[in-house]
T-cell receptor, first 115, second 112 residues
Framework: NAGVTQTPKFRVLKTGQSMTLLCAQD?????MYWYRQDPGMGLRLIHY???????AKGEVPDGYNVSRLKKQNFLLGLESAAPSQTSVYFC??????????????FGQGTRLTVV | EDKVVQSPLSLVVHEGDTVTLNCSYE??????LLWYKQEKKAPTFLFML????IEKKSGRLSSILDKKELFSILNITATQTGDSAVYLC????????????FGKGTLLTVNP
């Protein structure tokens, strides 16, 4: 009964390093989202996916790339990390809209610090 | 661009008080509005509202949606210190744009 799992939970990067955050969901959801949360800013959408093999830009996509090669996984990549990308990252997933709408389920977050 | 605005951004009350949190939205092809509570970690789901005028209740929390005026409120009665959290409002869009857009949140602090 894992739901949405994010790895890693914490990471410290040096400026210019790259890394990939993994989001895995076991609920067979079509839609997946990556958000970042900064103090006083709520959750801002980075990229999202409405199905395997599809991705789309959100509100703050610059400096990030994503891939959805498998339905259950949504990867968020930072090619060259910058201090401005220090944040808490949340992944979420949900069913597509239909006769019964359901909420989005969140992972526990990844705290990333770029020094 | 979709927009969700919450007010107030922060609120300090005493235990036992009643609070009302506000959320206005401009969401393309609006489908529904969601409320989440966030303590230290991931947001936890409270309510989903799709129809105007139908109040949803869970214990001391209740919420209602007005699709004509494009806003929702979240009420918490007889507040307790455990209600201290950030409350997030989010709007689902439909059509070809399946985004879930969040507001900045309301930080509620309930003092003993």
């Amino acid at each position: 009964n894992a739901g949405v799992t994010q790895t890693p939970k914490f990471r410290v990067l040096k400026t210019g390093q790259s890394m990939t955050l993994l989001c895995a969901q076991d609920m067979n959801h079509e839609y997946m989202y990556w958000y970042r949360q900064d103090p006083g800013m709520g959750l801002r959408l980075i990229h999202y996916s409405v199905g395997e093999g599809t991705t789309a830009k959100g509100e703050v996509p610059d400096g990030y790339n994503v891939s959805r090669l498998k339905k259950q996984n949504f990867l968020l990549g930072l090619e060259s990390a910058a201090p401005s990308q220090t944040s808490v990252y949340f992944c979420a997933s949900r069913e597509p809209p239909g006769p019964i709408n359901t909420e989005a389920f969140f992972g526990q977050g990844t705290r990333l610090t770029v020094v | 661009e979709d927009k969700v605005v919450q007010s107030p951004l922060s609120l300090v009350v005493h235990e036992g008080d009643t609070v009302t949190l506000n959320c206005s939205y401009e969401v393309t092809n609006f489908r529904s509005l969601l409320w989440y509570k966030q303590e230290k970690k991931a947001p936890t789901f409270l309510f989903m509202l799709t129809s105007s005028g139908i109040e949803k209740k869970s214990g001391r929390l209740s919420s209602i949606l007005d699709k004509k005026e494009l806003f929702s409120i979240l009420n918490i009665t007889a507040t307790q210190t455990g209600d201290s959290a950030v409350y997030l409002c989010a709007g689902y869009s439909g059509g070809s744009n399946y985004k879930l857009t969040f507001g900045k949140g309301t930080l509620l602090t309930v003092n003993p």
